[in-house]
């Protein structure tokens, strides 16, 4: 029973600490992007060091809805302070439980761009609710990179994917103590009850 009781906490923490956390803001960014229609901060999605280029990328709003035009900035500099100007690629992708086993939609590029103004815009808009993974793709001294970064388009589940396969991955292992434990149970009866004949 306390086995059980063990098991069934640890579920529950594993749970709450993988459960979809609200989005939120990232204040004191560059605000070169900023613009009227921006009426919210961005949501910085990620900082890449490639070799010695530095990227900077950012979504605005800083929480996309569906249907709602948004736009993906990216800012990068060499680390002796020169800008980047080579030409930068965007696509998207929605993430499914089939993901998790290499299934699933193809990427679509959403676009490519020039600097213009020191950033890269790249402007979309996604026709579903979801999670989405977005591939930046530029070439750092003649190579091609690529950065991956999620994207949550609408309000998030409150139990996602990786909960539900989480808390499966429990649910048999909780099943499966339990009938080793009755076959041990009932093993030690017979043997009770065998060696009381003999």
Request: proline content about 6%; overall charge neutral; glycine content about 8%.
């Amino acid at each position: 029973m306390r086995t059980l009781l063990t098991l069934l906490l640890a579920a529950i923490w594993i749970c709450l600490a993988v459960a979809p956390t609200s989005a939120h803001h990232i204040l004191g960014r560059p605000s070169y992007s900023l613009n009227e229609d921006s009426n919210t901060p961005p949501s910085m999605q990620v900082e890449v060091q490639l070799g010695d280029l530095f990227v900077t990328t950012m979504v605005y709003p800083a929480f996309p809805r569906l249907g709602v035009p948004s736009r993906i900035n990216l800012y990068a500099k060499h680390t002796d302070g020169q800008l980047y100007t080579g030409e930068v690629g965007f696509s998207v992708r929605k993430i499914t439980w089939l993901s998790w086993f290499g299934l699933g939609e193809e990427s679509r590029e959403i676009g490519r761009q020039l600097p213009d103004d020191n950033v890269f815009r790249q402007a979309f808009r996604l026709d579903r609710e979801g999670d989405f993974l977005i591939t930046v793709t530029l070439n750092v001294n003649g190579e091609p990179h690529m950065i991956d970064f999620p994207l949550r388009v609408g309000e998030a589940p409150m139990i996602g994917v990786l909960d539900i396969i989480i808390a499966l991955v429990v649910l048999t292992i909780v099943a499966v103590t339990l009938v080793q434990r009755r076959r041990t149970m009932v093993g030690k009866v017979r043997e009770t009850h065998g060696s009381g004949r003999s």
